[in-house]
C-alpha cells in the first residue's frame, strides 16, 4: 500500500469526511488539496497524482471545471453533515451536487478487505475528469442515506472542528485524534488544574513570571485564539493544502 503524503490525515473514516475535513472551516478547496486527497485514497496513483498536480498549468479549464464542481459538493456536504450531526433536515439542495456526480459517473462496485472486513467500493469507470470525484460522491451518498442513526461527530475540540465516523466499539470516541486534539485537551485540563484559574488570568500571569514556561503555554493555548478559523497547531500542515 503507497504511503499517503505526510500532510494528508485520513481520520474522518469515510472518504467523503476527509473529503470535507481536507478543507479548514471558512476556507476554499485547493486543488493540491483536492489531487493529494485522491492520491492517499489510492483513487488514484502517485503518478497520476503528479500529472494532475501540473493541470492547472497543462490545460487550466479542465482543472478550473473541475475544482469548481469538487468546491461545491465540499460546501453542499458540509452543510448536510453539519445538519446530519445536529439531526435537523438535510435540504435537497445540499444533496443536489453529489447527486450530479453520480448521474455522470459510471462504474461498479468492488469487495475490498480493510480493518479486518470486507465492505463494499465503488470503482468509478475513467473518463474525462469527473470520474475523479465519483468514489466522494459515493461515500457521501451512503453515509445521508444512513440519516440520523449514522455515527456521525464532530471532533470535540471546538477549535477543530473535524467530522469522524465514530467505529469505535462504545461508540464515545471524542476525538479526531487521540494524538493531537486529546492530548492538546488532556494538557490543558492538567494545566488549568493544577493552576487553579481561569485560562485568562493564568495566561496574562504567567507572561509575567516564568518566561520560559509562560512563553511555552502562552503560545499552546493561544495558536487558535488569535485565529479562530484555523485548525489546530499540529494539524497546520494538513490544514494548507
Ligand atoms: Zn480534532
Given amino acids: 500500500m503507497p504511503s499517503s503524503p505526510s500532510y494528508i490525515r485520513l481520520l474522518g473514516g469515510r472518504l467523503c469526511l476527509d473529503f470535507v475535513n481536507t ?135 471546538p477549535q477543530c472542528g473535524l467530522f469522524f465516523y465514530d467505529k469505535s466499539r462504545t461508540h464515545r470516541r471524542r476525538w479526531c485524534s487521540m494524538s493531537v486534539c486529546g492530548n492538546r485537551s488532556k494538557v490543558s485540563t492538567f494545566a488549568r488544574r493544577h493552576m487553579g484559574m481561569p485560562d485568562a488570568m493564568r495566561d496574562a500571569r504567567l507572561c509575567f513570571t516564568s518566561r520560559t514556561s509562560a512563553v511555552r503555554l502562552w503560545t499552546r493555548d493561544h495558536s487558535h485564539a488569535q485565529t479562530p478559523a484555523a485548525p489546530p497547531k499540529a494539524d497546520a500542515s494538513r490544514a494548507r493544502i
Avoid at 485514497?41 to 487550466?60: E, F, H, K, T, W
Avoid at 444533496?95 to 453520480?102: G, K, S
Fill in 23 to 157: 478543507t479548514p472551516l471558512h476556507s476554499e478547496l485547493s486543488w493540491e488539496g483536492l489531487v493529494l486527497l485522491l492520491e492517499a485514497n489510492r483513487i488514484v496513483s502517485a503518478d497520476r497524482g503528479a500529472q494532475l498536480l501540473a493541470l492547472p498549468q497543462s490545460d487550466p479549464p479542465a482543472a478550473e471545471g473541475l475544482l469548481l464542481k469538487a468546491r461545491r459538493l465540499s460546501a453542499s456536504l458540509r452543510k448536510a453533515l453539519t445538519a446530519m450531526h445536529r439531526k435537523h433536515r438535510i435540504a435537497a439542495e445540499w444533496v443536489e451536487p453529489i447527486n450530479e456526480i453520480l448521474r455522470i459517473t459510471e462504474g461498479h462496485d468492488e469487495l475490498i478487505f480493510e480493518d479486518g472486513a470486507w465492505r463494499m467500493e465503488f470503482v468509478a469507470r475513467e473518463g474525462g475528469l469527473d470520474w475523479l470525484l465519483a468514489a466522494i460522491a459515493r461515500s457521501a451518498a451512503e453515509l445521508v442515506a444512513e440519516g440520523p442513526k449514522a455515527p456521525l461527530r464532530i471532533c470535540a475540540n
